[in-house]
């Protein structure tokens, strides 16, 4: 018989709202990533203006792993405040 619990191996079932949650999680590391400087160019050796315009893409990438790692439990806070259930 198989049990209707999922375990922890088991991934969650994909829910639209909880990925909305995630994605705003997201949004939120990668700016306070930019405001606490990382990717900021490092003065005469820098890589000019195209370092300034990638260096978003590297910590949009960089908060999308923290939050699929676990990040700092906001998205369980915002997907809660949405009406999500748990």
């Known amino acids: 018989m198989i049990s209707a619990v999922t375990s922890p191996a088991m991934p969650r079932p994909s829910d639209p709202l909880r990925d909305k949650a995630a994605q705003l999680e997201t949004t939120f590391l990668s700016q306070m990533l930019g405001q606490a400087g990382l990717g900021a160019t490092s003065g005469a050796f820098g890589g000019g203006a195209g370092e300034a315009q990638f260096a978003s893409f590297l910590r949009d990438e960089q908060a999308r792993a923290m939050v699929d790692h ?17």
């Open 70 to 86: 676990g990040g700092i439990g906001l998205t369980e806070s915002l997907y809660r405040a949405m009406g999500g259930k748990e």
